[in-house]
């Protein structure tokens, strides 16, 4: 759907500058080379009394002077001996060549003899009396012309070139003309290319999409809109132009517009940011403003720009500013402003960082609409599974409730690939159908990479891996503010993991206490209290969990003001919230060190706490970790049924 420029319009445009190029070149090299040939014809250099005594033995016919040097022409009924004679015993020294070179020389009449030219007030009236003709040579004349020549030619060709070149880029970035003078010209040749894609019909609906039930119902709106404009237009509504979608990736941003575009079955125009960065000057904003012009031509529509951050970020946070990226933008500023509110166009744009967007964007008019799409809850994740598992056969035995329960945190994108992977599994085993047991496995292979078999532990290593993972599993159950344990493995993982505590929250929580957050620290902690209680040793194996939990005391003492050194001061802003989370520091390089200390108690309290929780229950411990070690996975109900047990 996406045609980019058509190959075989240009090329001979492209053969034909080449063809004057060369030529150019051909000619003035030819003619460098003919002047070269001038310049090497027979000549020879003699003394300024050498000249004088050849004038006074009568032999010099006439003399061409200019301000460098005097040419000398001979007589036609010259002695030639006289002349060798005259000649030779200056060059006495290297007698056998210079001897030969005269003869040589001194044959032809052509020959020219020359020699500098002296400041000599007695040369006229001696060259007078020798009867020898005198010529001034009169240099002007030729000056300008080959001064012109000499500059104007090379111009030429520097600047043929130069545009030979432009065209060549301009080719192969896709067609369009720039922006300015050379935009101008270039766009002679401007060849008919679709830089966009476009979906007649999407075939997506919103019942294509699960959960996100109020991004849903803002963009009802604009599905009628497009369905029955006349009804806004009749009572003088204004209708927005445009809605930014804003949330972490996967979540159906992109899924969402298509299904605006197939609700209201009108086509969908479809650009990506990111498709603009490695662009040549001028071709992004051509490309937005061909899209739009396109699309003016086919109302109603639906215009979306994926990635809009690719183009749309703050001007000025960049040290070296992007022009094109910036001449895009401008351009896309230029066609929102530009179109009839009631033209029957609706922009849609999705991005997720929508901290890092130039306020531009957002203004009245433009994208000032925004619709959140988050990570799906409870319900949302349990519809978008049973939305994918419509295409796949499921067993009976399948209770997606429980598939969702184990998912806290995944996006939509997630979801779909955990019921694909399940029944991939299914085929892998010649099933029929997906069961439960496939679908769990593949939630296990989406978070911790796929099942390792020939990964083999020595008994020692599985010992401290099983004692670890019940280290968090128990440090959370006897945490009362901690989240229940769901499942607990000691089966590797590709991912790095040799073993994993899967834990669930009872509810979904958007607020935590500064109790909880320190209970899932000292949670995440529990697995090296273990190895330490027990082994007395500290494997490696807690890299990650250590990477969690600094993570989270840091975020305590910086961003949610829970630390008794600051109070609620902040110590950092968030840069992206919705891609990485990354914080930057906003204080002080000594406030930072004091806010090293804080997390770093936080931390050795959490980890003491974890310590002695576990050595207050040694006894479960080994009971559940020897239970583990024997049947490599115990599921959260087994857990603590072992733990009220012991
Ligand atoms: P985004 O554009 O936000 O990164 P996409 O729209 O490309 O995410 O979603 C990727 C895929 O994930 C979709 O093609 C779809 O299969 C699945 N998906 C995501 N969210 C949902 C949802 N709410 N309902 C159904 N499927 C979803
Ligand atoms: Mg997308
Ligand atoms: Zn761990």
């Avoid at 939305?387 to 499921?394: E, F, G, I, R």
């Avoid at 804080?598 to 310590?611: N, P, Y």
Wanted: aromatic share 6%; hydrophobic share 40%; net charge negative.
């Amino acid at each position: 759907m996406s045609d980019h420029h058509n190959p075989d319009a240009e090329p001979k445009k492209k053969i034909n500058w080449f063809i004057i190029l060369i030529v150019l070149f051909l000619l003035t090299f030819g003619l460098n080379l003919i002047n070269m040939r001038q310049g090497s014809s027979a000549s020879f250099q003699i003394s300024y009394d050498q000249f004088l005594d050849l004038v006074e033995a009568g032999v010099v016919d006439q003399v061409y002077m200019n301000d460098d040097q005097i040419r000398i022409a001979l007589r036609e009924d010259a002695d030639l001996n006289k002349v060798s004679s005259i000649l030779s015993p200056a060059s006495g020294s290297n007698a056998s060549g210079s001897n030969a070179s005269i003869r040589e020389i001194t044959l032809p009449r052509t020959v020219i003899l020359y020699t500098g030219r002296v400041d000599d007030p007695q040369l006229v009236s001696a060259l007078r009396s020798g009867k020898v003709r005198i010529y001034e040579e009169i240099p002007e004349q030729t000056s300008i012309f080959s001064v012109i020549a000499s500059w104007l030619v090379p111009m030429a060709v520097m600047y043929l070139l130069y545009f030979f070149i432009f065209r060549m880029l301009m080719k192969r970035a896709g067609g369009g003309e720039g922006g300015g003078f050379l935009g101008g010209i270039s766009g002679i040749g401007k060849s008919k290319a679709k830089v966009y894609n476009v979906e007649k019909n999407t075939g997506i609906t919103f019942r294509d999409v699960a959960g996100q039930d109020e991004a849903k119902e803002s963009l009802e709106e604009m599905v009628d809109y497009l369905k029955n404009p006349k009804k806004y237009q009749n009572i003088g509504a204004r209708q927005p132009k445009g809605a930014l979608l804003v949330g972490p990736p996967g979540t159906g941003k992109t899924l969402l517009a298509k299904a605006v575009a197939g609700e209201a079955g009108v086509p969908f125009y479809h650009l990506t940011g990111s498709e603009f960065v490695e662009m040549f000057v001028g071709v992004g904003a051509s490309r937005v403003r061909d899209l739009f012009q396109t699309a003016k031509k086919n109302t109603p529509c639906i215009i979306f720009i994926d990635e809009i951050d690719a183009i749309g970020k703050k001007r000025d946070v960049q040290m070296a500013t992007n022009d094109e990226r910036e001449q895009t933008l401008n351009q896309l500023l230029a066609e929102m402003d530009g179109f009839e509110t009631n033209g029957g166009i609706i922009v849609l744009a999705a991005t997720n960082r929508p901290e890092v967007l130039d306020q531009a964007l957002l203004r009245p008019g433009r994208f000032d609409r925004r619709i959140i799409v988050e990570k799906p809850d409870l319900s949302g994740r349990e519809s978008i599974l049973a939305v994918h598992s419509k295409k796949v056969t499921l067993a009976p035995d399948v209770d997606l409730h429980e598939i969702a329960l184990s998912t806290s945190g995944a996006s939509g994108a997630d979801l779909a690939n955990i019921v694909n992977e399940g029944a991939l599994r299914a085929v892998r085993m010649n099933r029929t159908a997906v069961s439960q047991a496939d679908l769990m496995e593949s939630v296990e292979t989406v978070f911790a990479g796929k099942e390792k078999k020939d990964r083999v532990l020595s008994a020692k290593e599985r010992q401290l891996v099983a004692y670890h993972e019940v280290g968090h599993a128990l440090v959370s159950a006897l945490q009362k503010n901690a989240q229940p344990v769901q499942k607990i493995t000691i089966v590797p993982r590709t991912m790095g993991s040799l073993g994993y505590t899967m834990s669930v929250p009872e509810e979904e929580r958007y607020l935590l206490t500064k109790e909880e957050l320190m209970a899932q620290i000292t949670m995440l902690l529990g697995g090296r209290a273990a190895e330490i209680v027990r082994f007395g040793a500290e494997t490696t194996g807690a890299a990650n969990d250590i990477e969690r939990a600094t993570d989270l005391a840091r975020k305590m003492v910086t961003q949610y003001g829970m630390s008794d050194q600051f109070g609620s001061m902040g110590l950092a802003s968030t840069q992206s919230q919705y891609l990485d989370g990354r914080n930057i520091s906003t204080c002080s390089e000594a406030t930072n060190a004091q806010a090293d200390e804080a997390v770093r108690q936080i931390l050795s309290r959490c980890q003491r706490d974890a310590e002695e929780l576990l050595r207050s229950h040694s006894d479960s411990l080994d009971a559940i970790a020897n239970t583990l070690l024997e049947k490599e996975n115990i599921s959260g109900k087994e857990f603590m049924e072992l733990l009220k047990a012991s």
